[in-house]
C-alpha cells in the first residue's frame, strides 16, 4: 500500500506466514499468565493435539519467564511458537532473541508492528473497530486479531468483512469449542482458544474445527 511505513513488501511476508498457519487447521492455542511447568504442558497437549499455532502472553515478567520455557520446549520438538500481548518494542526484542516465530498485540500499534517485521518475525495486531480494521488493512495487515471476541460476536465479524473483504480475522477473547463455529461460519478464519483445550469434551471439537469461508 501506498501509505504503508513498512516498505513496499510491506506485511506480505507475515500474510503470507499466517496464510501456511491456518491453512488446514482453525485453532491457536493461547496460555495466560500460568506458571512455567503448567505453560509448557499446554504447549505439549496443543502440539501432540494437531494445533501447530501456539501463542503465550508476555505481559507480566512471570509470563515472559514462561514464555522463555516454552520457547525452549518448542526448538526440541521442531515447533514454532509466538509471543503474545506484545505492545513494546523492547518486548519484541526479547522474544525474538528467545526465539518467537510471531507477535500478537491486543491493539494496531505501528512502533510494535514495524520492530517485528524488520525482525524477521509475522504480527497479528488486534482491531476492534473500523477505523482499526481500516489503519491495518492500509498498512498491508490482512490478517487481524479480532479482541476481544466475546464482545465484538460473530455478527460484528459478518459486518466488519462487508466493506473489508480481504480481512482475515482470527477472533480472540471468551472463544471456546461451543461458540467458535458461529465465528467461522461469520467469516472468521481462525480462533484463538485458551482454557477450553483444558476442558474434557472440547478438544476433539476444537481439533475438528476448519477455517472459515473464502
Known sequence: MSDSPFGADGAGRS?????????????????????????????ELAWRSGIEVV?????????VASFDAAAAAAA??????GAGTV?????????????AAFTVAPGFDVDVARASLEA???????????????RAIACGFRWLKAFPASLL??????????PFPSACFVVTGGVDAHNAQEFL?????????????????????????RPGRD
Open 15 to 43: 500474510n503470507e506466514f499466517f496464510d501456511r498457519c491456518f491453512a488446514g487447521n482453525a485453532v491457536m492455542a493461547i496460555t495466560r499468565g500460568s506458571p512455567v511447568a503448567e505453560t509448557v504442558e499446554f504447549c
Open 55 to 63: 501463542e503465550v502472553t508476555v505481559h507480566t515478567a512471570s509470563a
Open 76 to 81: 526440541r520438538h521442531g515447533r514454532q511458537i
Open 87 to 99: 505492545t513494546t518494542v523492547e518486548q519484541v526484542h526479547h522474544v525474538r532473541s528467545n526465539g
Open 120 to 134: 524477521g518475525m509475522a504480527h497479528l495486531p488486534g482491531v476492534a473497530t473500523a477505523t482499526e480494521v481500516q
Open 153 to 162: 460476536t460473530p455478527a460484528w465479524v459478518k459486518a466488519l468483512l462487508a
Open 185 to 209: 461460519a461469520a467469516g472468521a478464519k481462525a480462533v484463538g482458544v485458551g482454557s477450553a483445550l483444558n476442558t474434557p469434551g472440547q478438544l476433539d471439537l476444537l481439533r475438528a474445527l
